[in-house]
């Protein structure tokens, strides 16, 4: 992969945006599937395991039809590591075939004074108001010189249109005079003002990351982002976050800074496997007590006799939130909320939720809809208001029109609130600074295909790939595609090189995760492969509690050091300091962020062990997922399958693909939980969880009793000479 020298057929078609010697086995089949498919506008689900060369198996057709059809390829990732991988393909290719691509990111990371959105755009507009009279002025003083050498040339008339514009020149100056009070943004104002082709020019050079765009605008006194986004009509392509697609409103803004319509973009997803909750969050809207109570305070300080009105709908559904949450704390509940937000059930299966029947019982005006719409109206107003001073610089900051956040959050909630797929939740958290516990309303979005099904049916074709995506008819349903091609290839690696173990050890059903005698199977099961490991062991365990539990027991009889991943901690950190030991163990929870987007490669770990099914936690919210997708996609436990057991055995498949990264790893995968073994698939009916798994990756696991672990791995790191020495004793 290595040597840049190209052979006369690959430098056909698509080949030219190859940048490599040879295609990896199955890529160049991949490359032509997904042209073909790509040429016809049809979505593709392409699952490939570590070694498929996905991105390039992706990105190199998409790039040849986007150049023979005139369209724009969208890269996309929510993984940070995976941004840095596109940069690193995007400044490879361009080496065979010059494209023209960027790298875009929000603009909260690439903002040089910090500032919201609103800000900026009222920053922008009196900056480019500024400029423009400025320009305005310096050209009416150009013709007033004009006019005079003329007059004095002895051309009657000149002195009459001089005269007119003396006049003009003098309202343009007091302009100026009314506007040098106004906030303007000094970077901005460089854009408008200064050369920047020399900007474009290095900017189109190579592929830059948005560190590099900030640091050379930071240096040219430039706004970066502005810029940015004015370079982005007519590209190649363009690199991105997930919410410049998901987000709806977002994505119209994004496709008119690309000059181009919905059906001009090719989108290609990576990690595609985290579409779904993806979407499900941009779907979601909250509105947090706090607003109600800034929208209140907002509304008492206007003299607008609409606000009587407003207040009387917001302040009903502000004491219906508190009192909501209030009655549903049972001793001690309220001293145990933290930081975190956690939910409170408020849904009735034949009626409207608690929320809603508390606030029409406490609403007592006139009629809801007409002060809902008074409290909408005087909102703009005020927002409008808001803009106008910051403005003309009455303000240093850009005030956010708290009265139409919290009117139009309760009209979606009352209007909306009984729609297939969204769940009406309350929820508590405490502030840390001042202890106290607040709410918010929440309209939970269950189903993400009312997101990514407009999106698909809108842009000329999609390519999602992952390495997690089968079952593939379950991806469709769930993110609304129609008639996808689909392909999957498994690890290209030699096969000889690995093992994976499906380990009977006592299912761990969160029941039985007490009992001391499952504890202590488990744990010798742990302790045989770390020991029988030559070098590092990866092991995921449902969450971060069993992590810790089992981290602890290491530690008293292991001798190998025990690193243990807890919340709030840097993960990065930790991962180097864990990669730099030989012979260590890294406990974690499969649900934290080591699982996906994050390599072990080469030697920085050799054993990779998921401990348990690790279900997520099955709350109010996950029973009303299920529910949505029961009554959305028909079939026995529809919704149990679709948002339960894929997903959790996705995120176990992602987690054993953190080892095996090249054709020269060796390595151990091991499966310890009763429920993946195909042996006990008859005994433990609809909880196993074998039959879930692709049938390539079944077909690989190797059932095996807890106690012959320590042998299997001992001859097989041994077949390898991967001790390079004796063998520890079993």
Known sequence: MKDQSRTVSETAGYMRFFPYDQPYENQREAMDRIHNALTRGQNVLFEGACGTGK???????????????????????????QMRQFVAEARAITREERIRAVVFKGKSSMCHIDVGYEECQALRDNTRAVVDTERDKRQLERRQRELLAESQEGDGGAADARS??????????????????????????????????????????????????????????LCGYELLKEGLEGVDLVVCNYHHLLDSTIRQQFFRWLGRDPEDVIAVFDEAHNVEDAAREHATRTCSERTFDSALDELADTDDPRSTDAANALSAFHRALVETYEESFGFGDREAVGENWTDISIANEDRRDELTLEFLQRYSGQGIDDDLEAAMELGQELDEQYEEAYRDGETATRTECQTLQAAAFVNAWLEEGTTEGLYPVVAVTRDAGTDEVYGRAELYSCLPRQVTGRLFDDVYSTVLMSATLQPFDVTESVLGLEEPVTMAYG?????????????????????????????????????????????????????????????????????????????????????????????????????????????????????????????????????????????????????????????????TRQALGRVIRSPEDVGVRALLDQRYSRSAKADLGRYSVNSTFPHEEREELIDLDPEKLKFAMRNFYGDHDAYGGEPPAP
Not at 59 to 73: G, H, N, S, Y
Not at 496 to 523: C, G, H, I, K, M
Not at 600 to 626: I, K, N
């Open 55 to 81: 991105t390039l198996s992706s990105l190199v057709p998409a790039l040849e039809v986007a150049r023979e059809q005139d369209k724009t390829v969208v890269i996309t990732t929510n993984v940070h590591q």
């Open 164 to 221: 007119a514009v003396m006049d003009e020149l003098e309202s343009i100056e007091d302009r100026l005079e009314d506007l040098a009070d106004q906030n303007i943004c000094e970077y901005y104002r460089n854009n408008l003002t200064d050369d920047t082709d020399d900007f474009f020019s290095w900017l189109f050079e190579d592929v830059r990351t948005p560190d590099e765009i900030y640091e050379y605008a930071e240096n040219q006194q």
């Open 491 to 651: 690890l290209q690696f030699p096969e000889d090189r690995r093992r994976t173990y499906a380990v009977e050890t006592p299912p761990l059903f969160s029941s039985d995760r007490n009992d001391p005698d499952v504890q202590e199977s488990v744990t010798e099961t742990i302790h045989d492969a770390v020991r029988m490991t030559p070098g590092n062991t990866l092991a995921f365990f449902p969450n971060y509690g069993e992590a810790e539990r089992y981290a602890d027991r290491l530690e008293a009889q292991s001798a190998k050091t025990v690193y243990l991943d807890e919340p709030g901690e840097s993960v990065e950190e930790l991962r180097q300091r864990f990669v730099a030991d030989d012979g260590a163990v890294l406990c974690t929870s499969l649900w934290g962020t080591l699982a996906e987007g994050v390599s072990f490669d080469g030697d920085d770990a050799t054993t990779v062990l998921v401990v348990g099914v690790p279900y997520p936690h099955l709350d109010d919210r996950a029973e009303a997922v299920q529910a949505a997708y029961d009554a959305a996609f028909e079939g026995t436990e529809t919704g149990w399958r679709y948002a339960v057991e894929i997903p959790t055995v996705r995120k």
